[in-house]
Each structure stands twice: as C-alpha cells, then as structure tokens.
C-alpha cells in the first residue's frame, strides 16, 4: 500500500503491509516507526478515526513492538556494508530497496546487483550468491585433501 498523507499535528503518514501485518507510522517530528503485529481492521480504522493523535495513543501506543525505522535501516545497512567490506567489494554501493518481509529484512541493491536478506540474529544471506568466497572454498578443500 502507498503512504497515506494524514491531517494530524503530529502524525505525517500512515502506511501498512497487510502480508507482514506491519503498520508504519511518520511522526512529524521524529520520524517512521514500524509497529507490527497490526491487524488490517486496526490499521483501517486508524485511517478513518477522527483525531489521528488521539486514536495513536489509545490503540496503537503501548500495544504492539515497534522500532524506529530509520534506525533499523541504519543498523542493516551496517550489517551489509561491513559483509561488502569483508569481500573486499570496492566499488559503488547504492540500494534501492529495504524492507522487512516475513520477519526478516530484505536489501536490494542495484551496485553491486544483489540481494541480501538480514535475520533479527544479524546473520546475512547473500541471497544471489554473488559474494561467494572462492578463496575460502579454495582454503577448505586444500584442508580436506
């Protein structure tokens, strides 16, 4: 779904993922946080309450897990960048997409052409096998011979 543009003092946008069941939610002030576990009759009345603020802090505030999003993204990028660094990858780095999908967090990069999917444990998999490290299976089979 698109970000929905709200009337609100403090709230900016609404947005959801009915398939994560994850509610975003642009403050004015402070940025995106990201509440999930959200049912979609909860997010949609949200959308048509009256006083955004007020319909905030009595139904989503304090009942459901949040971060803030900005710095989630933050701490992923980090993850790969220190992953891109390892395999020694010297060139452009620019990404296109991050998102989080079935409790997971998704990278897509255009430079270098790659997807990386990051776990909550920090564990990153190098989803088009691009940064395979041909040295270290080179390493591992002179080990085993």
């Known amino acids: 779904m698109a970000k929905i543009k709200v ?6 946008t609404l947005d959801y993922d009915s398939k994560s069941r994850r ?7 402070s940025g995106e946080y990201s509440y999930f576990g959200v049912p979609e009759k909860v997010f949609k009345a949200f959308v048509e309450s009256e006083s955004k603020g007020s319909f905030f802090h009595k139904v989503i505030r304090n009942n459901y897990k949040y971060e803030k999003t900005v710095d989630k993204a933050k701490e992923i990028m ?14 452009q780095r620019r990404v296109t997409e991050i998102k989080r999908v079935d409790g997971k967090w998704e990278v897509v990069m255009l430079k270098p052409h790659a997807m990386f999917i990051i776990t909550d444990e920090g564990k990153i998999i190098d989803t088009y096998g691009v940064f395979r490290k041909e040295e270290k299976k080179h390493e591992d089979r002179n080990v085993k011979s």
């Open 23 to 29: 509610l975003i939610v642009g403050f004015k002030p």
């Open 78 to 91: 980090d993850i790969v960048n220190k992953f891109l660094d390892e395999a020694n990858y010297k060139g």
């Open 7 to 12: 009337d609100s003092s403090n709230i900016r």
